[in-house]
């Protein structure tokens, strides 16, 4: 297996590389794979590398269309003991961007990252 093979990248674009860094590594279970300059970081979690690149890196270049869109993407990240997790989170005091939603699927919260990005915590129905 290469490199390439081995995770699937998602490039968020952050205001503050070291608050991304922190904010992944310390709530979320994120290792560090590089910090090698300033505007850039990954950290990885499983086969995911996330990719955070701030305002001065080459990832954070408008597209040439001008447009710096944004929507509703999100990481999606299974997690075991949904309850605790959550309740450690608001008690860390990080910003959520939804309640808690109740689905057959199962059950989903928003939580935003320190640049605004959405991070979506799920626990499968059993």
Same mark, same amino acid.
């Given at each position: ?20 860094? #922190? ?7 994120f290792?560090?794979? !590089? ?17 955070? !690149? ?5 990832? *954070? ?5 001008? !447009?710096?869109? *944004? ?12 309850d605790?997790?959550v ?10 961007? !939804? ?20 991070? #979506?915590?799920?626990e499968?129905?059993?």
């Amino acid at each position: 297996m290469n490199a390439s093979d081995q995770y699937a990248s998602v490039r968020y674009l952050v205001d503050d590389v070291d608050a991304a860094v #922190e904010f992944y590594t310390t709530h979320l279970g994120f290792e560090l794979l !590089s910090h090698p300059a300033p505007p850039f970081a990954d950290v990885v979690r499983g086969p995911l590398r996330l990719l955070l !690149s701030g305002t001065a890196s080459s990832g *954070a270049r408008a597209t040439p269309d001008g !447009s710096m869109s *944004a929507g509703r993407n999100r990481i999606h990240l299974v997690v075991d003991d949904f309850d605790a997790l959550v309740a450690r989170l608001r008690e860390a005091g990080l910003p959520f961007a !939804s309640d808690v939603v109740s689905g057959p699927g199962g059950r989903q919260v928003l939580l935003t990252d320190p640049a605004g990005n959405l991070v #979506e915590l799920f626990e499968p129905a059993t």
